[in-house]
């Protein structure tokens, strides 16, 4: 939302989750997630997850996701 000109409702396209393995228990998690191209109608987003070393991920995903109004980007 963060990088669209003004909010809009939005609809998940694609979503795909790759689980590389279990979280470590009772540690908090940190999610870093990119929108890397927005155009007229779509958002394509980046994100890695993690919960002790950044360089140590256990979760990856990406998305395409549709917005409801033409944006200015």
Not at 31 to 44: L, P, Q
């Amino acid at each position: 939302m963060s990088k669209l000109v003004k909010p809009v409702l939005i609809a998940t396209l694609n979503l795909k989750i790759d689980h590389i393995r279990a979280a470590t228990p009772e540690r908090p998690v940190t999610v870093w997630a990119h929108c890397y191209r927005v155009s007229a109608s779509r958002a394509f987003v980046r994100a890695e997850v993690w919960d002790q070393d950044p360089s140590d991920v256990f979760a990856t995903a990406q998305g395409v996701f549709s917005l409801s109004q033409p944006n200015a980007a």
